[in-house]
């Protein structure tokens, strides 16, 4: 039984040593990944065009940034991806840590979005239903949203620049724990605020009108986008100290396919559908425009 064991790990890790060797596979799964990002990147700017042709006359909303920074996302690792043979092999290598790592970024920036909305409605609803409650001002929230992503954006870049006038593999680990741990906060903050709007509804009257829907559309939500950046701080974590499951080199396409698949396509694709919905013609109290 021991040696059927090891007979089978030794031919499974031989195909996988296989596959990450072969050119027409490391060619196949990025293409693919490049046509999966260009699909979503497609999905989420003819949803932005029909935002716009529905409610134009109220500038940049939350749901119009939100859908136009998922158009870029996926656009601009859609043509990294069909340039994977250039992106990988750049040298310095910090090159290619850049255009790997920045929509990394920007992803966090987009559905943290989401995070922002949530929390500007639960502080809402709370000083309206408690008028004893003390809330955060829209305001602050906001601010405190944009100061996160300044601080997070000037580290990151620090961490480039150090790296492209010293090549240290120390600093190259630093960044990528620093990826690990931005991941984990933008799942806490779904966590979070996910989990207190949940809540929130859930206290709401039975007959309440989209109740359920909004319940839904909260909680799933809210499960998806924890889970992709729980993986995400998972996958980046471990290839900060183990080189075997590096993210960024060419001849990892198959834990390339999963990483990408299950931390960004699939969560947009979902959360796109999900949030699918047009908003009213007549704006609500609850899609403003970001001023």
């Not at 069909?82 to 090159?95: D, K, N, T």
Request: include cysteine.
């Amino acid at each position: 039984m021991m040696e059927e064991l090891s007979l089978a790990a030794g031919r499974l890790s031989s195909w996988w040593d296989e596959i990450n060797e072969s050119d027409r596979w490391q060619d196949g799964v990025f293409y693919f990944l490049c046509a999966a990002y260009a699909l979503v990147s497609s999905v989420a700017l003819v949803q932005l065009i029909r935002i716009q042709l529905r409610v134009p006359e109220y500038g940049w909303t939350t749901q119009k940034v939100f859908h136009f920074m998922n158009f870029i996302v996926n656009g601009v690792r859609a043509v990294e991806f069909g340039f994977h043979a250039q992106v990988f092999l750049f040298r310095p290598r910090v090159f290619t840590l850049t255009l790997l790592d920045l929509p990394g970024l920007l992803f966090f920036s987009t559905y943290t979005l989401l995070v922002l909305f949530w929390a500007e409605i639960y502080h809402q609803a709370n000083i309206f239903f408690n008028s004893q409650a003390r809330s955060l001002p829209t305001n602050k929230l906001r601010t405190a949203y944009i100061c996160v992503n300044i601080v997070i954006y000037v580290i990151q870049v620090c961490l480039w620049i150090y790296l492209w006038i010293n090549d240290n593999s120390i600093i190259e680990l630093v960044g990528k724990i620093f990826i690990a741990a931005v991941s984990f906060i933008a799942a806490l903050g779904f966590l979070v605020y996910g989990g207190r709007l949940f809540l929130m509804l859930r206290r709401f009257p039975i007959e309440s009108k989209g109740r359920r829907k909004k319940l839904h559309e909260v909680g799933s939500v809210t499960a998806i986008c924890f889970t992709c950046f729980l993986i995400r701080c998972f996958m980046v974590g471990l290839s900060a100290f183990d080189a075997e499951a590096s993210l960024d080199v060419l001849d990892h396409p198959i834990l390339d396919l999963i990483y990408y698949m299950l931390t960004e396509i699939l969560p947009s694709a979902l959360v796109l559908y999900i949030l699918r919905k047009l908003p009213p013609k007549r704006v609500s109290a609850q899609y403003h425009p970001i001023r």
